[in-house]
């Protein structure tokens, strides 16, 4: 999720990974491990990140789709319904509506 987020998040500036690590004072190495989830950075280098992209560390984190993915999980278990472990938030979401839109609650 992270690495996704990074890279997104790069590409849309149109940087390469060398150019974001200068940003960041660190290695397009670095960058490349962060992306492919073999590392992460350090705080230090997470919140330079953040304002750089203008977003929150929280965001770069996926901590409130953590949290959303948790809500819905606890969902499933009170309907006795086994939770889909391999499905995104999108995903997930859209399962609700469904769930929603079949019981009526459009």
């Known amino acids: 999720m992270f690495g996704d987020k990074l890279k997104e998040l790069r590409i849309n500036r149109q940087l390469s990974q060398d150019g974001l690590g200068e940003i960041l004072g660190t290695s397009g190495k670095n960058v490349s491990s962060w992306e492919r989830g073999i590392a992460r950075p350090d705080i230090d ?50 399962v609700l509506k469904m769930m929603a839109f079949m019981k009526g609650d459009k």
């Open 45 to 94: 280098t997470l919140k330079v990140m953040a304002e750089f992209f203008n977003v929150s560390s929280d965001y770069l984190l996926s901590i409130q789709e953590k949290e959303e993915i948790e809500r819905i999980r606890c969902l499933f278990n009170e309907l006795g319904l086994e939770f889909p472990d391999d499905m995104t938030l999108e995903d997930l979401q859209k």
